[in-house]
């Protein structure tokens, strides 16, 4: 089977969890979490860092840090992961969902600005699939307003938007470090910030709050979100190989483009940039122009050993949206044209040219 991603760990990322291991730093209050962060501080120009457990988590202290009521709005994109849904829905703010834009697939200002109320709190902004979002642009209005921003950079490590790294844009700024991610550590996640505050709460927050004063008593009923030593003595190698891993993957990504490049009557490919920034392909996604199509094209591609993925279902159409949460005008065209007719097929270490040819090859011949 030729999976859609499989992690390539080199001897640098092994000898540097077998040195962490052998020197005893495996737990979240290791010495190596700490530097971690700094090297993560470091490289996206943040004042702060909090390592956490998985990037879900990095969303949902981001969303506790910022104190949203019940009357409050959040703007996100409905084409995204559920678990920006789930964080917003636990800050016990209202999601207000907006559309992307068709040839990216991910939401503009324009649409953000459609969706502002006098309730609007913040705006959680993400960059899909290796493209960025219009995130200065977005982060400056949301400064003119007064909103909140909290950027979802999980799948955009490495990547620029106007020339400043995505993860950098935020009030607060979340990454993720899954096993598919251009830096991983196997799980994991991180939150970025300038604001002192909030980075004093994140790290109370993903502590059980213990403090030095009293360790066991707790102000807060919090949580054990830690990560662990070795989790991030791998990311520290991996921050290394990071600009060779988005090399490799913009290689094989203009290969795709090459591949498909007179098939777009039947498939759209992603954009090869966006102003200035580059697609750094995190992964390759193919959007079907023929509707009904897309579950069909991945049970014949997997029973001849090619592995896909369907891309995000909408939030507003997510079975665990409660009914209060619903829009009322319940169309988000793009967005319900992508969850039903795209998917993204392998991309990764793990690939060669003739894998490439021969996937595209066999969806051709499906779809033709």
């Not at 791998?234 to 993957?249: A, C, D, F, P, V």
Request: aromatic share 8%; proline share 4%; net charge neutral.
């Amino acid at each position: 089977m030729i999976q859609v991603f499989k992690p390539k760990l080199s001897i640098s990322d092994i000898s540097s969890v077998f040195i962490n291991l052998v020197r005893n730093n495996i737990s979240g209050t290791s010495p190596v979490v700490g530097e971690f962060e700094k090297k993560l501080a470091n490289i996206f120009n943040r004042k702060h860092v909090t390592a956490v457990s998985n990037g879900s988590v990095a969303l949902d202290v981001a969303f506790q840090l910022i104190d949203l009521q019940e009357d409050d709005e959040v703007i996100l994109p409905s084409f995204t992961i559920v678990s920006c849904l789930s964080a917003v829905i636990r800050s016990k703010a209202k999601p207000v969902f907006c559309d992307v834009k068709p040839d990216s697939w991910n939401m503009s200002l324009e649409q953000v600005m459609e969706k502002v109320t006098k309730k609007t709190k913040a705006v959680l902004m993400v960059h899909i699939y290796g493209l960025p979002s219009e995130a200065k642009e977005i982060a400056k209005f949301c400064k003119s307003r007064g909103i909140i921003l909290i950027e979802d950079a999980a799948e955009a490590h490495g990547q620029k938007e106007s020339g400043e790294l995505c993860g950098s844009f935020g009030d607060i700024s979340t990454l993720s470090f899954y096993a598919n991610k251009h830096i991983t550590t196997g799980e994991g996640g991180a939150l970025l910030t300038n604001n002192d505050e909030y980075d004093k709460n994140a790290k109370q927050m993903r502590n059980l709050d213990f403090s030095n004063e009293q360790r066991f008593n707790s102000k807060n009923l919090y949580w054990n979100y830690r990560m662990s030593g070795l989790q991030a003595a791998l990311g520290i190698s991996q921050i290394k190989n990071l600009n060779k891993t988005i090399k490799n993957k913009k290689k094989q990504g203009a290969y795709y483009q090459q591949l498909f490049a007179d098939y777009g009557e039947i498939v759209q490919t992603p954009l090869e940039s966006v102003n200035s920034s580059e697609n750094h392909y995190w992964v390759f996604g193919i959007l079907l122009k023929k509707e009904n199509m897309r579950d069909t094209l991945m049970e014949q591609l997997r029973s001849i050993g090619i592995e896909t993925r369907p891309f995000f279902w909408p939030l507003h159409l997510q079975d665990a949206l409660p009914d209060k949460h619903k829009p009322e005008e319940n169309s988000l065209p793009t967005s319900e044209q992508l969850g039903s007719d795209g998917l993204y097929i392998p991309i990764g270490p793990h690939i060669k040219r003739k894998h490439q040819e021969f996937i595209v090859k066999s969806i051709l011949e499906i779809l033709l």
